[in-house]
């Protein structure tokens, strides 16, 4: 050691080097590099390398026990550099397992394997201390906590189970964070954290559940979630046989084709599960990305169910428990409606002509144009100005915008829906084009047919631009090209662009 009280004597005292090496290791692994997981491992190496080289320069060598005949000072101060060697020895190794130790190349939120191997680290250094620093004889130590150990084990049984089981299924890995599980006893929810005790599930009331590792370690789960994030659902259906039933499956798989919630691949499927003189009852197979788009998509489908039944002519059928007199059974006054033409239903379905009188939508239906389209139609290219408005009576659509050489699907089309009211009515070209995913056909209301309307009720013109700036803040309007731009607009600056392309006397 050294007593020079210069400050070249100071600077080279190894207390003062092993001091300050120390100081700065900690405050830039532990404090600037410490969101920087492999920064921080760099650094705990180079720091712990450097430590090393010091010590082992000045004949201190962690690893051993140190010189009885040595000064008190000096032995205080080699038991602290041994400390903090050790320290840094665990910290080095603590980093490189929080980088490295990951599974399938997905970092574990739990990381209750990573906590378990930390541990040891930790233990392993403390027993390294006791024995190189105080000279204790770990062998000793061990030997005599072995009847502690079964005491605290025996008091704690419960809760080392849970911790041995959350290791077991970490390990085994049977479900990770974001899975939907169901058990057998019923209980289901979504992993949101696991622990070295418990499971956090978070159900569909949006209440957790705490699950012990143990239980969940006996008992069986389905995890709905593997071995992919989609999920299969199915859907029952049951429809009056006054068609053949491969028409009727024909009608069901526009209903899957027209759905814009579930996946295309797997491809979805119809199967017919029964024939009997009252209904043809039918299974709709279905994927989607997430179980929880499961719920939106069978409430589209639904949706979309009655809407394509209705178009073509179809009746739901009663369900087989349900009461009261079979439908061969019924009076006719029950059964018969007044017929309306199809023009004026789809009018009638429509908001955009819901401000119309019976009268206006009389002379609107009258000069409506019907057409159809074969599979794989394109009804309208991209960039195209339509100056029309078509609505789908039946068949699928299917909209796609071509950006560079990539197509992006838009949306789908289905019964009762519409497009071209923007070109209809302001002059917007289509940001999509148009193609058919079925036999669709559709009802055309050309600009000519509505300009008369406009001329006798020059109100109308207000009516339409409230409902279409409706439509455009909502995002429910067709793929017009335009459909951003005019976002923020008022009803009178729609107004006058109606008013000036119907030419519609201010």
């Known amino acids: 050691m050294l007593d020079n009280p210069t400050w070249s004597g100071v600077l080279t005292d190894p207390v003062v080097q092993a001091g300050t090496l120390a100081v700065v290791g900690a405050i830039v692994t532990r404090i600037a590099l410490r969101p920087f997981p492999s920064w921080k491992l760099a650094g705990q190496v180079f720091f712990f390398a450097a430590l090393t080289v010091l010590l082992l320069y000045h004949d201190i060598v962690p690893y051993e026990v140190g010189p009885t005949t040595a000064s008190t000072f000096e032995r205080v101060f080699i038991a602290l550099a041994k400390v903090v060697w050790w320290i840094n020895a665990a910290w080095a190794l603590i980093a490189f397992v929080r980088v490295f130790l ?27 201390v006791v024995a190189y620093v105080f000279s204790f004889p770990v062998g000793t130590l061990i030997a005599t906590s072995g009847v502690f150990a079964i005491i605290l084990g025996l008091a704690m049984q419960s809760t080392l189970s849970d911790v041995f089981s959350g290791i077991a299924l970490n390990l085994g890995r049977p479900y990770t964070i974001g899975d939907w599980i169901v058990l057998n006893d019923g209980i289901e929810g979504r992993v949101v954290e696991t622990n070295w005790r418990s499971t956090h599930l978070l159900n569909g009331s949006n209440d957790l559940v705490v699950l012990p590792n143990s239980f969940l370690a006996k008992v069986g789960l389905t995890n709905l979630s593997s071995p992919d994030r989609s999920h299969g659902a199915t859907l029952t259906v049951r429809v009056v046989p006054t068609i053949g039933p491969s028409a009727i499956i024909d009608v069901m798989r526009a209903v899957l084709l027209s759905s814009g919630s579930i996946l295309t691949e797997p491809k979805p499927g119809v199967q017919i599960k029964s024939l009997t003189s009252d209904a043809v009852e039918l299974e709709l197979s279905f994927r989607v990305k997430d179980i929880g788009q499961t719920g939106p998509a069978k409430n589209e ?24 007199p079979p439908p061969d059974q019924l009076q006719p006054e029950e059964v018969m409606k007044p017929h309306r033409p199809t023009p004026l239903k789809l009018l009638d379905a429509i908001p955009l002509f819901s401000s119309l009188t019976e009268d206006e939508k009389e002379t609107l239906a009258a000069s409506m144009t019907r057409r159809t389209y074969k599979k794989d139609s394109i009804l309208i290219e991209q960039g195209d100005t339509v100056a029309s408005l078509m609505i789908v009576r039946s068949g699928a659509l299917v909209a796609t915008r071509q950006e560079g050489h990539k197509e992006i699907e838009l949306g789908r089309l289905a019964p009762g829906d519409y497009f071209g009211e ?17 036999f669709v056909v559709v009802y055309e209301i050309a600009q000519a047919s509505l300009t008369p309307l406009l001329h006798d009720r020059p109100g109308i013109a207000e009516e339409l631009a409230a409902t279409l700036l409706h439509r455009i803040e909502t995002g429910q309007h067709s793929f017009a090209a335009e459909g951003a731009t005019l976002h923020g607009r008022s009803v009178s600056s729609l107004v006058t662009r109606i008013r000036h392309l119907f030419q519609v006397p201010q």
Request: no cysteine; net charge positive.
């Open 301 to 324: 489908i639904f949706d979309l169910i009655y809407r394509h039944i209705k178009a073509a002519g179809l009746t739901l059928a009663r369900p087989l428990d349900a009461a009261g």
């Open 422 to 438: 923007s070109g209809l009515l302001i002059g917007v070209g289509e940001a999509a084009s148009l193609r058919a995913l079925t």
């Open 102 to 128: 990951i599974f399938e190349r997905q970092p574990r939120e739990g990381r209750l394997v990573q906590d378990l191997v930390i541990g040891l680290i930790y233990l392993g250094a403390i027993l390294s």
